[in-house]
């Protein structure tokens, strides 16, 4: 019976958090990048704040419909106490009031262990780049009783949310078929990182070579995104790829490779 009721008004209390929410973040007026999928987004979220560092603000402990409302909000709940939720529905308007983020760039880390909650989250951030990480059985009890086929694929359509609302660039993990079935939802620049892209340029190098035991297809992936994402973010406006050298970097030639002129 509690658990009933708490399914059921999940999503309407998010929804009053989520109006606030929506206002600090007109105000404020990040960049916002999504970092999404089943696995590997904490481990991507750590990576690329080491590599873009204090110019971003980053979603840490925070990648549901209530955690990234309440990042935006800068709510935090301490106690996880019951009683604490009659606190944060007051301090939610005062929210408004506080001195907005310095930094213009926001990473969020963002989660789907429900149906709607996607499209939730999604249509909250609009997100100007999307980092499709990964999709597959995670949560799955939420999703058992869908009118998709498949589990599966009905993991893959809520990730697929992001994608849809995403305003510029989605880089996606191009060895997942499920991640492909969801990629005509989004009319922006799609970049497709594969096991054979990163085998094509990394691997054959001596470095790697040494390295391949231990390196995963999940850290490479997550290694050339940073690469490509951090060039994007910080290129003028309107270059979309690096300018050609007499003598190409690995960096270069990496980027070059998945986001070709």
């Not at 340029?201 to 231990?214: A, I, N, P, S, T």
Request: charged share 20%.
């Amino acid at each position: 019976m509690i658990s009933q009721l708490k399914k059921i008004l999940y999503f309407p209390i998010a929804y009053y958090f989520r109006f606030f929410a929506g206002i600090r973040l007109n105000k404020w007026k990040p960049r916002i990048i999504v970092v999404t999928g089943s696995n590997g987004k904490t481990t991507l979220l750590h990576l690329l704040e080491s590599q873009i560092g204090n110019r971003a603000k980053y979603s840490h402990h925070a990648n549901s419909a209530y955690g990234i409302p309440f990042d935006i909000l800068d709510l935090h709940r301490k106690t996880l106490r019951k009683t604490e939720w009659i606190g944060l529905f007051f301090k939610a308007p005062f929210a408004l009031f506080k001195e907005l983020p310095k930094q213009k760039l926001y990473v969020v880390e963002a989660d789907c262990d429900r149906p709607g909650e996607g499209k939730f989250l999604a249509s909250l951030l609009r997100p100007e780049m999307v980092l499709w990480v990964s999709s597959s059985r995670t949560h799955s009890m939420n999703f058992e009783h869908s009118s998709f086929p498949t589990v599966e694929e009905a993991i893959a359509s809520e990730f697929g949310y992001f994608i849809q609302h995403c305003q510029k660039v989605a880089v996606v993990n191009g060895d997942f078929p499920h991640v492909l079935k969801q990629l005509h939802r989004t009319k922006t620049l799609v970049i497709k990182i594969t096991k054979k892209v990163a085998s094509k340029r990394f691997c054959r190098r001596r470095f790697f070579m040494r390295l391949k035991c231990v390196i995963s297809r999940c850290f490479i992936w997550n290694f050339l995104s940073i690469l490509l994402l951090k060039n994007l973010l910080f290129l003028p406006e309107g270059r979309h790829c690096l300018p050609v050298q007499k003598k190409p970097s690995l960096l270069t030639a990496a980027i070059t490779q998945i986001y070709p002129q």
